[in-house]
Structure formats: C-alpha cells, structure tokens
C-alpha cells in the first residue's frame, strides 16, 4: 500500500521542472532587447556581412530535421507549461523610454564625437569612459567629461529600471552583462572598446 504515495516518474521530473522554470533568466530575448535599446541609441551600422551573406538552408534532413524541431519538454506534457512561463524582456515603460531619449540625445550631440576621434571607449562593465583625453580639445574636455558622467548615470538606471520593469530586480547584474557585450558587439568601425586584452579598436 505504501506504494501509492510515490509519484509517476513523469510526474516528478514535470515537478522538477516547474521549480526549474521560476529561475530562468531569458538571456536571447535579453539579448535582442538590449540590441534594439543600443541601435537606437547609437545608430545601426550595416555591415558587408549583413548585407551580402545570403541565408544558408540549414543542414540535415529527415529524422535529423524532425528532431531539431521537437520540444523535449514535450514530451513531458509540459511544452505548453514552459512557454508560457518563459518571461520575456521589456523595455517599452515610460521610465526606460525616457532614459532611451536622454541617451540618445547626448551620444548625438556630444558622444559621438568622442567616439569617433577615439577619445571615448565602451568599458567591459557596460560604462563609458574617457580612454583618451588628448584625443579631445582642450575647450572640450569639461563638457565631455560631464557627458561622460552623465551618460554612466542612465546606465546605471537603466540596467536597474529594465530588471525592475520585468518583475525581476535580482536579475541588475544580468541585464549589466548583456547590456555590455552588445554596446562591444554593436560599436561602429574605428571605436574603441574595452576586453579582458586591453583596449581595442573595431
């Protein structure tokens, strides 16, 4: 009789699951969250490879297709039950919009200058810092230096704000890194950027 009282192996593993899912940081919808928020503030540069690389049909057939496309959590019976719980990431609040403007407005009418006389660099910790200041004119330094700051202000908020807007303030450090790696991946030619080598220039 006491046998009763284990679950279905099945029913386990869905159990497992489902504590599982309450800790998932979505780290590629993150990703193009971060990409748009970044294209919009500093511009989208096309690039050779962008525009010239035709789409490659994907490899493989028959079972090997088929099995690309099955959901392994299916055939749990809780296919439907992750995609649901799998958060997305926003960053269409008002607070994020307006730190989105201030940004922008700044990189145009004073950044980006810094950054493409190579004064100004994207630091690894999702910052901007003045990597090189005889870069810049003397009757420029202060202002940049303050947009600088400024600039590092937003960051900060922002990074805070779109964790707390998707209901998930633990996730700041997250949100940080991947914020970090697509200013880095999204730096025009001739920018500098900051890797675990040193500074280096796209």
């Not at 088929?66 to 649901?84: C, F, H, K």
């Not at 269409?92 to 660099?121: C, H, K, V, W, Y």
């Not at 690894?124 to 230096?145: C, H, I, P, Y």
Request: aromatic share 8%; proline share 5%.
């Amino acid at each position: 009789m006491a046998i009763k009282n284990w679950l279905p192996l099945p029913a386990a593993l869905a159990l497992t699951a489902c504590v599982t899912i309450n800790v998932y940081f979505p780290a590629a919808e993150a990703r193009e969250a971060a990409r748009e928020f970044v294209d919009k503030v500093i511009g989208e540069e096309a690039t050779p490879s962008q525009e010239t690389s035709p789409q490659k049909p994907e490899a493989g057939g028959g079972l090997s297709a088929l099995l690309r496309r099955i959901d392994p959590w299916s055939l749990l019976g809780i296919g439907s039950a992750y995609a649901q719980s799998a958060p997305d990431i926003s960053i269409n609040t008002p607070a994020i919009r307006a730190i989105q403007n201030q940004m922008q407005s700044r990189f145009e009418s004073t950044l980006r200058a810094g950054f493409d006389s190579g004064a100004l660099g994207f630091t690894q910790d999702g910052m901007v810092t003045v990597r090189d200041a005889g870069k810049l004119e003397l009757k420029d330094r202060v202002a940049m230096n303050a947009a600088v700051a400024d600039d590092n202000r937003d960051r900060k908020a922002l990074y805070r704000e779109v964790a707390v807007a998707n209901g998930h303030p633990e996730w700041e450090g997250q949100i940080r890194e991947v914020f970090a790696r697509q200013w880095i991946e999204r730096a025009h030619a001739g920018w500098w950027y900051q890797s675990a080598a040193g500074w280096k220039q796209k």
